[in-house]
């Protein structure tokens, strides 16, 4: 069975500070891994994906995770959040024809 | 291009009473989740639909939860009676094409409240 941990509830920050949100996975299969945003009173939202290649991949808003097997880790990053970045975040992993599988989620609150 | 569409939005019943959620999925997409996401935690897979097909139910509680997407698109989630514990955010999602492989496009959510 597949599971996911997000080591972090809450995480605040100030505006133009840098963050990482931490998720790390079980898995005995070969994983694709996902963060999903999702922003008050709507649904979530892909925000970035890894299904093969570069283990390092990007959003078009700055948000950038790096896949790590041997640490079985998919961190989110962003170097400079700002206040819109206040979400929900949640990692996600799948694999082996098994369903989308999510931790609890990390809210983030970036403060002015 | 419309998104995943739900309602209603937000539900307010009494227990051991019925309810019933909808959801119009992405134009063309085959795939259709019901997922329910309890408060602080992650959406849990309910039910999983591959055109009007049940693929995976396992974690759908059948006495009182079922399911249906006649003809493959519209689908309806229905609790019957409702519990107190039901208290929820339940989610659909839809997935298809080559080009989104992989990527399930969420609707914003029916919010229920069992008093």
């Known amino acids: 069975a597949q599971s996911v941990t997000q080591l972090d509830s809450q995480v605040p920050v100030f505006e133009e500070a840098p963050v990482e949100l931490r998720c790390n996975y079980s898995s005995s299969v070969s994983v694709y891994l996902f963060w999903y945003v999702q922003y008050p009173n709507q649904g979530l939202q892909l925000l970035l994906k890894y299904l093969s290649g570069s283990t390092l991949v990007e959003s078009i808003n700055g948000f950038e995770a790096e896949f790590n097997k041997s640490q079985t880790s998919f961190h989110l990053r962003k170097p400079s959040v700002h206040i819109s970045d206040t979400a929900e975040y949640f990692c996600?992993?799948?694999?082996?024809?098994?369903?989308?599988?999510f931790g609890k989620g990390t809210r983030l609150s970036v403060i002015a | 291009e419309a998104g995943v569409v739900q309602s209603p939005r937000y539900k307010i019943i009494e227990k051991k009473q019925p309810v019933a959620f909808w959801c119009n999925p992405i134009?063309?997409?085959?795939?259709l989740y019901w997922y329910r996401q309890n408060l602080g935690q992650g959406p849990e897979l309910l039910i999983r639909y591959e055109n009007e097909e049940a693929v995976d139910d396992s974690q759908l509680p059948k006495d009182r939860f079922s399911a249906e997407r006649l003809k493959g698109v519209d689908s309806t989630l229905k609790i019957q009676p409702a519990e107190l514990g039901d208290s929820a955010v339940y989610l659909c999602?839809?997935?298809?094409?080559?080009?989104?492989?992989?990527?399930?496009?969420f609707g914003p959510g029916t919010r229920l409240t069992v008093l």
């Open positions: 999602a839809s997935e298809g094409g080559r080009a989104f492989k992989d990527e399930q496009f």
């Open positions: 134009s063309g997409h085959n795939t």
């Open positions: 996600a992993v799948s694999g082996g024809g098994t369903p989308l599988v």
